[in-house]
């Protein structure tokens, strides 16, 4: 929730625009246009846009990323090195959140919840005794098996920590 927040301060008052300026941007921040040039040679991840005679024009997400380095550096003390560090760290959570939400939906497509109305009417499959003959030529009858919602749910941790260890390793 804290980073929820922090996200939208650092996402206020930032004009609706496609493209801005060094000077809006550096207005938008409380920087100066000399600090944005160093960190664009500092940060690899600041990468402007330029067009006609070198001039820089950021969008939406680079505002929002200068401010982060801006919070990185004045308020949390972190030095450059740390910070780039820390973007780093911030980029990579980012990206194993994105693929735990595609591996969850995927799930969530492939083995669907039953609500507790159909929970209630789905029977497990029927298993033959063992007094009675099987065959081929036999019918079994045709029973729906449950999947309960404890069981995907168990199901879903234990994928998210093989795919945690395949990361690591």
């Given amino acids: 929730m804290k980073e929820m927040t922090a996200k939208a301060d650092l996402a206020a008052d930032i004009p609706g625009k496609r493209y801005f300026t060094i000077g809006e941007v550096a207005d ?3 920087l100066k246009a000399h600090v944005l040039r160093y960190w664009e040679q500092e940060f690899p991840q600041l990468n402007p846009v330029k067009r ?17 380095i801006r919070n990185l550096l004045y308020d949390e003390g972190f030095t450059i ?3 780039r560090q820390q973007l780093e760290r911030m980029a990579r959570e980012k990206k194993q959140a994105q693929q735990k939400n595609n591996v969850l939906a995927t799930l969530d497509d492939e083995y669907p919840v039953p609500s507790e109305a159909q929970a209630k009417t789905l029977r497990p499959r029927a298993v033959p005794a063992a007094s009675e003959p099987t065959s081929d030529l036999v019918e079994a009858p045709a029973a729906q098996s449950v999947i309960k919602a404890d069981d995907l749910r168990e199901l879903r941790e234990l994928a998210e ?9």
């Fill in 28 to 30: 938008l921040c409380g």
């Fill in 52 to 68: 006609r005679g070198n001039r820089r024009y950021y969008q939406r997400d680079d505002v929002l990323l200068i401010r982060t």
């Fill in 81 to 83: 090195q740390g910070a």
């Fill in 161 to 169: 920590e093989a795919r945690a260890l395949l990361e690591w390793s």
